[in-house]
């Protein structure tokens, strides 16, 4: 068992130090199983974070941030409109500088997978690549040669940011993704490759997007192919709630790609994968941590649906689990236009998407907010880190592939069982999952498994609805000592000891050198055994997602008060103007609702913030309760309000029953007051609102809170 616990934590343990020489870098392989560092297997956990949507000063805080929620690689899209908007004119400063954000990664030591593009969307205006290219003429995404000079410029540029800092330099870059969601010749990614190649790019593996399948592949090892998975979708044309076959993604299953991304460019999509695909390892790079609002379907996603998804992919084979987005972000300021994807734009105008956050409602939020699924997924991310080795070469098996999988199917347990010998003796694990989105799947009574030669548990047992484990079969724990099985979640084996994660409504029992009992739950401290030296924790979910966390201070929020007439040095709020003429909703080009535009909010309802003068509240994080339509926060400084100057737009929100929030720490240090302007809700709006919205006609602010020394207040500088 140490073996395992020594390679499963190599990747926590990756130092600078390699840069010292070549012989301390570890060796990256990968074979249809897995990665191999250093010649040990891993399972990484791998987390998007877009470093050009945070501030810098917040980055080393935020990185940590994902490196406690379990996350081992971070994934960055280079986005090619935030660094040359003006043709010829390349800004690497500030929240740009990616060579900068790159030295923070290796400083936690967390390798980093960069996303090169030319085109990369993130729904970004026109997917990342410049307006200037457009209107050039040139074709996008092909072998044209000005298209393909235009691109290596770009690469050359962000050689710049990478020498160094590659993998074999000791540095943290260890793999990059050519272009992204492309379907074409191979040939297109093959000459990206060559580009790269070809300025010094040397990194230990490359990939791309293993959706849509390829109208003629790149040849094989060239590069790896990611998949994904999501539980909604923003780009869904339709208005109601459900829509699309998002549900497969909560059913075990072998094909490992997905049919409803992009599913508004991608029409008709098959479960297929280009021609050799499988002979690759099964890797994700799009589960979804969440996902965005846009102005025509807003999205509210749930903790239980990443959490489902992931144990799915993993249970179904996959053996690294990327989450897209893992950490939101805020678009930045753009010198000729808003950055964000919207229908009026001259590419990717498949959807109309906030001008300001990207929040994705991920497990860390637009201002490093830990959202509930942080918590919730860490126990899985442990469980990947400590036993790691053993599962990467374990096979999928499907007990239910005889049944034919449908929409909110409750007829049966949905469950497999990952190993790499199917017999008896076997070490394996169970994974069970009775829950699917917007689904009340029912209680599975009279439930027993047998997998490995065991048949477990001793009684048939009940799975409550919701219920999302995974059990071990036949685990060795120390010389000649073995847990035949477990109804309880292993989650961390370290140190000579072994924690399990109970699940509620599930008797924890352990069969030990077959032996049988039943355990409570005692504390995090106390052992319920010791077997050979190792012993045995029961923890409750709660305990399971804290383990190993950082402390953090409890957060404190206070309300700011409405307020009649001038506002004290403790803030409040004030409605100055009420909504004008309501608007009448267009259908924009994409053929689904547009968004308002800015003359558009000229008609807005206009409240008025005043930011306490207490230091501690105005470095906390706003949260504004309201109903309407969309709102926007401007910010004014003193010297705006004495001039009659206008605010700075600062944060935007697709109303969806969720409250609207702002880092108020990101706010200049002479900022006198903000500005909400919200649009109302009207009638028979041609927009999804999830069951959590209001949508009766109208607007209103219903309350604004601060909150406080949470683990998202501002780093000091």
Not at 230 to 238: K, L
Not at 290 to 296: L, V
Not at 545 to 557: K, R
Request: contains cysteine.
């Amino acid at each position: 068992m140490k073996r395992y616990l020594l390679a499963a934590f190599l990747l926590l343990s990756m130092s600078p130090s390699w840069a010292q020489g070549e012989s301390s870098v570890p060796t990256v392989e990968w074979d249809r199983h897995s990665l191999l560092i250093g010649g040990r297997r891993v399972v990484p956990v791998m987390g998007e974070i877009h470093y050009s949507r945070l501030p810098a000063e917040e980055w080393p805080r935020e990185v940590r941030k994902m490196k406690e929620g379990g996350i081992t690689l971070i994934a960055t899209y280079v986005f090619w409109n935030h660094i040359e908007e003006e043709h010829g004119l390349f800004d690497w400063s500030g929240q740009r500088n990616l060579r900068r954000f790159l030295e923070v990664c290796q400083r936690e030591s967390l390798p980093v997978v960069l996303r090169v593009g030319p085109y990369c969307h993130g729904e970004v205006r026109c997917g990342g690549i410049p307006d200037w290219v457009f209107q050039g003429g040139v074709k996008t995404r092909s072998l044209d040669s000005r298209f393909l000079a235009y691109t290596e410029t770009l690469y050359r540029q962000i050689f710049t940011q990478v020498q160094g800092l590659q993998w074999k330099d000791g540095g943290p870059v260890i793999a990059c993704q050519f272009d992204n969601e492309f379907g074409g010749d191979g040939a297109y990614l093959m000459a990206l490759k060559d580009i790269a190649l070809r300025i010094g790019f040397d990194l230990p593996f490359y990939t791309r997007t293993g959706w849509p399948e390829m109208r003629r592949p790149t040849p094989f090892g060239e590069m790896i192919p990611l998949y994904g998975d999501y539980a909604d979708g923003f780009w869904d044309r339709t208005t109601k709630e459900g829509a699309g076959n998002y549900w497969k993604a909560f059913h075990f299953k072998s094909f490992r790609s997905s049919t409803a991304i992009a599913s508004e460019q991608l029409k008709n999509q098959q479960e297929r994968t280009s021609q050799g695909d499988e002979a690759y390892p099964y890797f994700t790079c799009e589960l979804g941590g969440g996902m965005m609002t846009s102005y025509h379907r807003r999205v509210y996603l749930y903790p239980e649906d990443a959490y489902s998804m992931a144990l799915v992919k993993l249970g179904s084979g996959s053996n690294l689990l990327g989450y897209y987005m893992y950490h939101g972000g805020t678009n930045p300021e753009g010198r000729l236009t808003y950055l964000n994807e919207h229908q009026r734009t001259l590419a990717t105008n498949y959807n109309d998407l906030p001008v300001k956050t990207y929040d994705f409602q991920a497990p860390l939020g637009e201002f490093g907010q830990p959202n509930p699924h942080y918590r919730l997924l860490r126990p899985l991310h442990l469980f990947m880190h400590d036993f790691g080795e053993m599962l990467a070469p374990m096979e999928a098996h499907f007990p239910c592939a005889d049944r034919e999988p449908r929409k909110h199917d409750d007829s049966y347990l949905r469950w497999s069982y990952r190993t790499a010998t199917d017999g008896p003796g076997a070490p394996a694990f169970v994974f069970v999952n009775n829950y699917e989105r917007l689904a009340d799947l029912s209680d599975k009574r009279r439930v027993q498994f047998e997998v490995g030669g065991v048949r477990f548990p001793r009684r048939p047992f009940t799975v409550p609805a919701s219920t999302m484990a995974l059990f071990p079969v036949n685990l060795p724990l120390s010389e000649g000592n073995v847990l035949d099985y477990a109804t309880a979640q292993p989650v961390a084996c370290r140190d000579g000891r072994m924690w399990f994660e109970q699940k509620r409504g599930i008797q924890a029992e352990f069969c030990i050198n077959g032996r049988v009992r039943t355990v409570r739950h005692t504390s995090t401290e106390q052992p319920f055994a010791t077997v050979g030296g190792t012993s045995l924790y029961l923890v409750t979910t709660e305990e399971a997602g804290d383990l190993f966390l950082s402390p953090t201070q409890e957060p404190h929020t206070r309300a700011l008060p409405p307020v009649s007439g001038e506002p004290s040095g403790e803030g409040g709020y004030s409605r100055v103007k009420t909504a004008g003429k309501p608007r009448s909703v267009p259908i924009g080009v994409a053929k689904v609702a547009e968004e308002p535009t800015d003359e558009d909010f000229r008609e807005a309802a206009v409240y008025r913030i005043t930011l306490p003068t207490d230091t501690l509240l105005r470095q906390g994080l706003m949260s504004i309760r309201y109903r309407g339509d969309v709102a926007r926060l401007y910010v004014r400084t003193s010297a705006d309000v004495r001039q009659g100057i206008p605010g700075l737009l600062v944060a935007d929100n697709f109303y969806n029953g969720r409250p609207m929030l702002m880092g108020l720490w990101r706010l200049p240090a002479d900022a006198a007051e903000l500005e909400l302007r919200i649009l109302p809700l009207t009638a028979d709006m041609p927009v999804y609102f999830p069951r959590e919205a209001d949508t009766t006609s109208g607007e209103a602010l219903l309350g604004i809170d601060i909150t406080t020394e949470t683990p998202s207040s501002p780093v000091s500088h």
